[in-house]
């Protein structure tokens, strides 16, 4: 093992704690309020964009960068740490009333979904 913590050790939910700790702070301002999320060495992001007009394509690019963002740090992390994501696992639930933008990571397009398991 080079990185990341071993797989079934009895010390590795101690150890995945540590270096969890440093997983980072989501974003909160006027536009979005965003939440992660953590069970055991699975993470899961809410990401909430909120507008209070008409939504308009410079609103759904807004949405798009706040993602994007949030993903930018959780690479960042797990560069740092050598961890690496299982992108197939990545499903998104749009929720609202505007056609939400592709998102892709790694060059893999993350689907849209209506339920998903966390």
Known sequence: MTAG???GDVLSPTLFLIVGND????TRNNSQKNFAMQYADD??????SKFNTTITQACRDQHKNNVEEEIRKQNDFERRWKIK???????????????????VINNTPIPYVTHTKL
Request: charged share 5%; net charge neutral.
């Open 23 to 26: 997983y980072p702070e989501p």
């Open 43 to 48: 993470f899961t992001q809410i990401i909430i």
């Open 85 to 103: 994501t299982n992108v197939n696992k990545f499903t998104i639930i749009n929720i609202g009333f505007f056609i939400a933008p592709t998102i």
């Open 5 to 7: 913590v071993p797989q």
